[in-house]
């Protein structure tokens, strides 16, 4: 069957299209869209996919190794959400006509990215908390505009998306409030999770806006609100209390409030770091990228019985309808 771009491609369907941007509305599965529109949010989109996946490893890792049942309780629905967020965003990609198995194998070969922060390794209980309070605050800094992006499924996705983040990142700052008060042992734990990571959650908005090949357009498509540098600085002014309050430092000595621009400052980010990872030389980049193939190799009977149940679920209900000959 043609698609809605294929019957309708003139003038006037890119006048609506801009008109639709332009008045802030959203753009919807069967409506004509550019074709770079679509193939920017299907790249953007399948990365965040990607991300949610990948994303569980760090963590998952210490479900097993959680210092209590309630820890774990709390770990385990977290790590979940994750894999509910990547499945939401697969969806919505699936709605501009991308192929989940070919997203997956384009993940699984190396052709689709996703966020570098997730080649890190979590080293020891406190990362659990400096995750949900760093990783999941940049992830909320940044996605938060997200629920306001020009593509509906997108958008609606981010809704739910945001407001389990939110919960994923309370846990983590209650996890370091708690080890904060605890032992000399733990406050270092805490101490140096921060440190580690910190640069690589401010690399997660991606690189300076004067390198950001795809920031302008996306913006101006209504897809991002904000520029990576904005959000960047958005974390930065957020997180600067949030130390303080829990009595750790952030590891730059640069940092400080700037009374002129109304927004603190802050020292000179790795990027060749941020590139090398991005590139795949990342400390976890070749281990999470094989326990991912591994998993989806060792999933492939589930995918066949679901197959198999919906193509007999299928059979059914055709000869249901068709009823007996009258
Ligand atoms: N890691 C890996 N690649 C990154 C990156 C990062 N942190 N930041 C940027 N890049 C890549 C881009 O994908 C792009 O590559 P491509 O052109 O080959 O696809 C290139 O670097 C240039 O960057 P741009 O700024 O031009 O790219 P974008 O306009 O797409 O902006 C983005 C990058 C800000 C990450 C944007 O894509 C975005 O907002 N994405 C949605 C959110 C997302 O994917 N977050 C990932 C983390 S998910 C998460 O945190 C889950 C949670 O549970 C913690």
Redesign the pocket.
């Known amino acids: 069957m043609p698609t809605s771009n294929e019957i309708d491609c003139g003038f006037e369907a890119q006048d609506s299209f801009d008109a639709a941007i332009e008045d802030h509305k959203r753009i919807e599965p069967r409506d004509w869209m550019p074709e770079g529109y679509r193939k920017t949010l299907v790249?953007?989109i399948a990365?965040?996919a990607h991300?949610?996946i990948i994303?569980m490893q760090p963590e998952g890792y210490w479900i097993t190794r959680a210092p209590s049942l309630r820890r774990k309780a709390i770990l385990l629905a977290k790590v979940q959400d994750?894999a509910g967020?990547g499945m939401y965003l697969y969806s919505a990609v699936e709605t501009l006509g991308a192929d989940r198995a070919e997203l997956t194998r384009k993940l699984i070969d190396g052709t689709q990215?996703?966020?570098?922060?997730f080649n890190y390794p979590a080293l020891s209980y406190a990362d659990v908390g400096v995750i949900g309070w760093l990783?999941?605050g940049?992830?909320i800094c940044?996605?938060v505009p997200?629920c306001r992006s020009s593509y509906g499924p997108y958008a609606r996705a981010m809704i739910r998306i945001c407001k389990e983040?939110s919960f994923?990142q309370r846990q983590g700052y209650e996890l370091l409030m708690t080890m904060m008060s605890g032992t000399q042992a733990q406050r270092d734990m805490v101490a140096d999770a921060t440190n580690r990571w910190w640069w690589p959650s401010l690399?997660?908005?991606?690189?300076p806006d004067g390198e950001?090949?795809?920031?302008a357009q996306?913006m101006r498509w209504g897809i991002?609100r904000h520029t990576?540098d904005e959000l960047r600085q958005r974390f930065v002014d957020m997180c600067v209390p949030q130390a303080e309050a829990l009595g750790v430092s952030l590891p730059d000595p640069d940092l400080r409030w700037n009374p002129e621009r109304g927004h603190y400052d802050f020292g000179a980010i790795d990027w060749e770091e941020f590139r090398q990872v991005?590139a795949g030389n990342g400390p976890c980049n070749l281990e999470r990228l094989r326990n991912r193939k591994k998993a989806h190799e060792e999933g492939a009977w589930v995918r066949d019985a679901a197959m198999a149940y919906e193509k007999k679920r299928a059979g059914a209900a055709s000869v249901a309808t068709s009823g007996p000959p009258r």
Do not use: C, T
């Open positions: 790249r953007q990365q965040h991300s949610e994303g994750e967020h990215k996703y966020s570098s922060i990783v999941d940049a992830a940044n996605q997200l983040e994923h690399m997660m908005f991606g690189p950001s090949p795809n920031s996306s991002k990576n991005v």
